[in-house]
């Protein structure tokens, strides 16, 4: 009798496991809509309104899907929503949740708005619970010894497409709104774990493309020895790049050859809003690369009428305790750099500047820095421990000027 009994009821509660599992894989769960909506806004603080239909599924995939959706923005902003949406649709892969990392197999998204503006009272309609800020006295444990401190991306987006979207962003403080159009943003990650990106679209009507693309030698999820490549402009600005990168979460000695160039630098200037300083060319040649124990940095630029040559080398990208540094620095006319910061008619004429930083024995440095600027001359040179007190440091300060009224 008890064995008849224990098998009606573990074959009553494997039925209802059925069940329950067939109505987990058909339930639409998008009618629950509005006490979504009824609960991010009280969440937040804002009101969100979802127009459309929408859907969630459970299944070999999770599957969400929502049409005409949108957050309010604060009361003072320009714009009444502080994002949108026409349509977003989001496949995540439901083992990876347990297995990881998350595979979100597909995400489509149309018709995005973000409008973030700042008032003059420096407040910002994007924070939306202050409870989520890390506070300001708030301590971060170190790292666990003998721990994996990369342990890889724990989120893996393998299609992404967004279309049609724009981001604005508003201050006070900068004359032009800032408006970044995607007419086309797609990211693929093959079976191998090769990874494409592509962007069009313009900032302040300004064409911007990009194209990248990365892979692993191992063809791993880990992303750790990447080969990186990008190429990309923006209006008459064009970017090459490559580089190896260790660890992309935490690089600390890749190789990276990057060039940059713009053949009108006040066209470019005023893609990014600045006042133009110079005329002519715009180039810039950076390498970097390990050199036995050390990293070697190279970097040249030309700013129209200015050079500047820069190298050096350090520890690791993560720390800069053992640095040894060169620069140089030089132009017709320092005036030019003045009006740029507001400050027209400080000091002018030619200007040639020489930087050093040198690392000596004990764990101090010597530095020295010679600038000249017109008629006006500074020299410092000493040395620098960071185990003593400010007391303890070494300084020789020279300054000239033709005339102290320039000073």
Partial sequence: MLVRFLRYTSGFLLLVLVVAVVLLLTLDFGRFKGHAEVFVSDLLNRDLSIAGPVHLTVGRSIKFSAVNASLASTDWSNAQSLVSFKQLEINVNTWSLIRGPILLESIVLDGLRVNLEQ?????????????????????????????????????????????????????????????????????????????????????????INLNATASTENHSIDYSDIDFNLSAAVGNLQIEAIAVIDDLLKPSRPTVSAHINAPNIERLAETLGLQPFATGLFKMDLELQPVGQKMKLDLAAILGEFEVVANGEFAELQEFDDIELQLNAGGPDIGDFNQLLGLPGIIDGPFDIEAKIIPEQGGSRSILLKADAGDIGLKIDGSINEDQSLSGQKANIRFQAASFNRI
Avoid: C, R
């Avoid at 407040?123 to 666990?144: F, G």
């Fill in 119 to 207: 008032n003059e009272s420096g407040e910002n309609n994007w924070t939306l619970i202050e409870a989520m800020a890390q506070e300001p006295n708030q301590v971060i444990p170190p790292p666990i010894e003998g721990a994996q401190n990369s342990p890889g991306l724990s989120i893996l987006p393998i299609h992404i497409n967004i279309t049609d979207s724009l981001l604005s962003y508003q201050n006070p403080d900068i004359e032009q709104e800032i408006v970044l159009v995607i007419d086309k943003a797609q990211q693929v990650i093959d079976e191998l774990y090769d990874l494409q990106f592509i962007v069009d679209g313009n900032i302040n009507q300004i064409p």
